[in-house]
């Protein structure tokens, strides 16, 4: 019986990330009226518990930032200012504004809301230089999760054929399905715990994708849940490697290293090839220039996936590139050979928030692969220097139970802004999205129109 997709939600709350965006202040001249538990919706104001005559301090970290309470207090009593703690968190691309959606978004499933709305500059770098077409927006509920036409948000790894030119001859490709365009990665931060792998791969498992896991870090444990894992193999390990995992998994991917020499990479493919023929096999590429052979084990379909591996502010592994320009070249690179549909392109690093997702569709990708955002909604801060001996939010000792379900949660409110970016552009399924750049526009591009009749080589011309 046909049973649509559904991700199942519940509250996971943890002690760690109760860092507020703000800290409102009451001061001395407060009223303890009651005014501002009124207006507020997010329980940030409560009488307090010992003499209810009186206000308790404000609960900060539930502030959505609304000003209702601020406005409307009548003696004024009330400020709100950035909270130093929040100011501390993640980095120049994992700025606290991001942790706190995803911290916001792992709790209970939802789309997170901010009452001021956003002041932001209308531009920023990155995924901040493309800004999606939402053209066909006919009402507000439209589709999208409130609607009641289907939206497709499953992908198809592996590889399709261009054309069918013998009925007689055709065989089957290999493909397997994943119900969302998002792959789970177990590298991150490289941090070694069992809890957290056993959070993510539980969660691939339930959300029905997979989950990329290094061979090293494969232990018993793991067995039940082989069919949601997608091996990491490098290149130089596999002859040394035990082939036990090798028989169930769904799909195995091969890291190559700078310098690789090609009949070594094909000696590899076919070793895997005899000891699991159903496997989607992956190459892991760091570089978003592949070599001339790289193109001809696909077109000899000797390999199903291509992976662009990115660091975690999205910029290729040499720093010349960002991930969704990186991606938009090996898109038309396919395509200019005529051979798109006999890859699938994923990309890791870089994917910080639920709008990356169709974005980097849109330039190309079949899907994306989240990483460090995985152990944010774990309650991970970040740090400028990862220090898991003195974690400040312990995230190593994480139960493992609550891990997935931060990250089930996660995952939901990503896919539920998808639904509404697709809805929006009225599109049906999130395959017709993949490469469909008319429906973005890219910064530089409109910079380049709109200016190149007038500045020459950085100059004005005469």
Known sequence: ????????????????????????????????????????????????????????????YLCKNCFSCIQNCPQQALKMVLSEESKNLGNSYWMPEKIHTIWNE?????????????????????????????????????????GREYIATAVDLGTKPSWIAHFERLSLPRLFQIKIPL?????????????????????????RTLAFLDIQSYTDELEPYLESIALRIPLESIAAINRAPWKEVNLIEIILSQKFRIKELEQALAELRKHNPQALLSLGLASPFPLEEIFTQFQEKRVDVLNLHANGQGRTLDGNDFIADSIKRLHQDFIKKAARDEVTIISKGGIAAAEHVPKLIICGADAAVVDIALLVAMGCRVCSECRPESCPAEIQKLDPELGRQRIVNMVCAWRDQLLEVLSAMGIRDVRRLRGEMGRAMFYHEIERESFESIFNNGGLRK
Not at 106 to 130: N, Q, T, W
Request: aromatic share 8%; proline share 5%.
């Open 1 to 60: 019986m046909y049973k649509r997709y559904h991700i199942e939600t519940a509250a996971a709350i943890l002690p760690s990330t109760k860092i507020g965006k703000f800290q409102i202040i009451r001061e001395d001249k407060c009223l303890n009226c009651g005014r501002c538990q009124e207006l507020c919706i997010y329980d940030v104001h409560k009488r307090d518990a010992v003499d209810p005559r009186r206000m308790a301090e404000p609960v900060s």
């Open 106 to 146: 792992a709790e209970e499933g939802k789309i997170p809301v901010y009452g001021a709305g956003y002041r932001g500059p209308f531009k920023g770098s990155g995924f901040d230089l493309i800004w999606t077409d939402m053209s066909e927006i006919v009402r507000p509920t439209r589709d999208g999760i409130h």
């Open 183 to 207: 792959l789970l990665d177990t590298d991150g931060l490289r941090l070694e715990s069992k809890n957290l792998v056993m959070a993510i791969v539980k969660a691939a498992s339930e959300l």
